[in-house]
């Protein structure tokens, strides 16, 4: 009879991590073969293969529970837990939260590409072509956004892809990830945006132009938005600032409406 | 009652999925006792192990309509392992536990049970290593110590047990690896206790 060894320094060799399969009798005749001239050849292979063979003798020792009870389910069973699933207000309050996180993130990320691509055009001092890039990445934007639907509120709840989920437990996490990535796809604001932007870009860009152009059309427009770009400025602040509350207050009810649900999980 | 003898389980699933409950109650009868043992393995309670088999089922029981086929045991036990996992989490969170044992009071509902029909000696030696190999398993990582639970404890081949798990034969064989080393080093701590075990054996 052998007791366990105390530890022993050993190699993490191959052949070390073999033996598990060896010794579950997963190896195929050629490996078992090399493997057994290999034990032949280490007391120490020899002792880790009897440990592991031990250890697998010992779980496999432990007795098997009979059932306390029938599990069998019952009418009374499945009321109770439909009556258990979480209200539609969290689930309601989680997804709104989740859709108006990304589109803020996304609406700050565009919101701040514009900004950056509006002073490059005004610093290069350009000429009226330097108004077709910015409409034009705004137009890509645009097409960058998917024009996806929404979440859908009651079939993400319980329908993740593995059969195997256990539905209510993991029921709100999954229908979070869902909601994510159903959210990335974007909402019609996105579409809003953009004009407004543009129409602002626009002036913007044209606005940097009066120092190549005597053009007496082209005055009145550039007095204009020279005079529109410090309010410019500032609202550029105003929005950014408010993107930014608005995506702390989503991730805020984010939060809550999660812990809200996980009380009914 | 002949439908429990002699159906079969593909006919059990499709009569569920019409909403026969009494057909998916046959299923429940038939594979309860591996669910049963997959949760109390997994969580080392045998309270927490009720609770968690029977939401395994009723998570099972709305989730048939889903079910596209294959193995029903299988799925019957990835849907038990997922409840375990979710029920350690939950518990986690709300006791802010930072390991495993203070999760469940495990001397409220101990896993093991003595046989009374052994010696009072054996009976003691026995459930001394049972106990201590329990403790063990729940000192492993949860995906490691289901991974040992299914192959070892239980023994469901590699590829079963890596449906069960979601993944690949070759993480089930790493996990079981890195398990069995870790169970090799706690059995080492406690070499007198083991070693009983053994001796008794031979």
Redesign the interface.
């Known amino acids: ?7 022993v320094l050993r190699r993490k060799t191959r052949w070390f ?1 073999q033996a ?2 060896y010794v ?1 009798g ?1 190896v195929t005749p050629v490996e078992r073969d090399l493997f057994e001239e290999r034990l032949e050849e280490s007391p120490e292979l020899q002792e880790h293969v009897h ?2 063979r ?7 020792g ?14 009374g ?2 009321a109770e ?1 439909e009556r258990r699933k979480a209200p539609l207000a969290p689930r309601v309050a989680l997804q709104l939260a989740q859709a108006t996180a990304v589109v803020s993130i996304a609406a700050l990320v565009f919101v701040g590409l514009f900004d950056v691509s509006s002073n490059m055009n005004g610093g290069a001092g350009g000429n009226d072509d330097a108004a077709v890039p910015a409409s034009g990445d705004i137009e890509s934007a645009n097409g960058g956004n998917g024009s996806g639907g929404g979440a859908d509120g009651a079939a993400p709840l ?2 993740t892809e ?9 029921g709100p996490e999954a229908f979070g990830d869902d909601a994510i990535d159903d959210g990335a796809e974007g909402s019609a604001d996105e579409d809003a945006l953009p004009e407004d932007d543009r129409s602002s870009g626009e002036s913007g860009a044209s606005g940097t132009e009066p120092a190549g152009d005597a053009n007496a059309q082209d005055a009145s427009p550039d007095l204009q938005s020279r005079s529109e770009q410090p309010e410019t400025g500032s609202g550029s602040a105003l929005l950014y600032g408010g993107l930014v509350s608005l995506t702390v207050l989503a991730a805020g009810v984010w939060i809550y409406a999660k812990r809200w649900l ?1 009380a009914y ?1 | 009652m002949d439908a429990k003898v002699t159906t079969s389980d593909e006919d059990l699933v499709r009569q569920s999925k019409d909403g026969d409950l009494p057909a998916f109650n046959a299923l429940v009868e038939r594979y309860q006792v591996a669910v049963y043992n997959l949760c109390i393995r997994l969580l080392g309670n045998r309270e927490a192990a009720e609770d968690a088999a029977q939401e395994a089922f009723l998570s099972a029981y709305r989730a048939i309509g889903r079910f596209e086929g294959g193995n029903v045991r299988s799925w019957l036990l990835r849907i038990a392992a997922n409840q375990c996992k979710d029920e350690l989490r939950r518990k986690r969170r709300k006791h802010r536990a930072s390991s495993l044992d203070e999760i469940f009071d495990t001397m409220d509902a101990p896993v093991e049970v003595p046989d009374h029909a052994e010696s009072p000696e054996d009976r003691t030696a026995r459930s001394a290593v049972s106990t201590a190999l329990q403790d063990a398993l729940m000192e492993l990582p949860f995906d490691q110590r289901r991974a040992i639970v299914l192959v070892d404890v239980l023994g469901y081949p590699y590829d079963e047990v890596a449906t069960i798990c979601e993944t690949t034969p070759g993480t089930i064989k790493s996990r079981i690896h890195r398990g069995r080393e870790k169970l090799r080093s706690i059995v080492r701590r406690n070499p007198e206790l083991f070693g009983r075990q053994s001796r008794s054996e031979e």
């Open positions: 009879m052998r007791n366990p060894l105390p530890h991590h598990d399969a579950d997963r440990e592991t031990q250890l697998k003798q010992m779980l496999s432990l007795p098997e529970h009979p059932a306390p009870r029938s599990f069998a389910l019952n009418p069973m499945l837990r319980g329908t593995p059969p195997g989920d256990a539905d209510g437990a993991n996980a999980s």
